[in-house]
């Protein structure tokens, strides 16, 4: 079997390309980012606020420092089966900052959201997984105190 290289690019819009050299095959597919498409994963920098809201449309990555005890809302925008969203939650200087509240969407293991790390200026990850049978993200990892 004869093994050839191919070119397989995806560029800064997203767009994922693939030649064969022989110039046989050419396709090319354009995608945003999660939501069920391909393409780089749409970090945002969430507003910190009493409550904090992400977009499911415009979001993968969720980053925010938190300034005080917060509650996390339901993102706006349409979710789609499968989507993924990572929040990434940083302790402002003083620390001991907690979600106090999650939206009715959010569902952890045990039915109990994890308690975050308190420590100044140390950050957690929670990886939420949409499951549309139930109209919920899933949570699905927690990563602490980096």
Do not use: E
Request: include cysteine.
């Amino acid at each position: 079997m004869d093994h050839i290289a191919a070119h397989l690019i995806i560029d800064s819009g997203g767009t994922l390309t693939y030649d064969d050299p022989a110039g046989d095959i050419h396709i090319a597919v354009t995608g945003g980012g999660g939501g069920g498409t391909s393409g780089p994963p749409r970090v945002v920098a969430l507003t910190d606020g009493a409550t904090i809201t992400p977009n499911a449309d415009t979001t993968d990555i969720a980053t925010v420092t938190l300034g005080g005890n917060r509650t996390m809302a339901n993102p706006t925008g349409t979710l789609v089966a499968g989507q993924k969203l990572i929040y990434r939650l940083k302790q402002d200087a003083t620390g001991s900052r907690l979600i106090s509240t999650w939206g009715s969407i959010y569902r952890f293991s045990g039915g109990t959201a994890p308690t975050l790390t308190t420590t100044a200026n140390k950050t957690d990850y929670l990886g939420f997984v949409y499951n549309a049978v139930d109209s919920k993200l899933d949570c699905i990892a927690v990563s602490k105190n980096f």
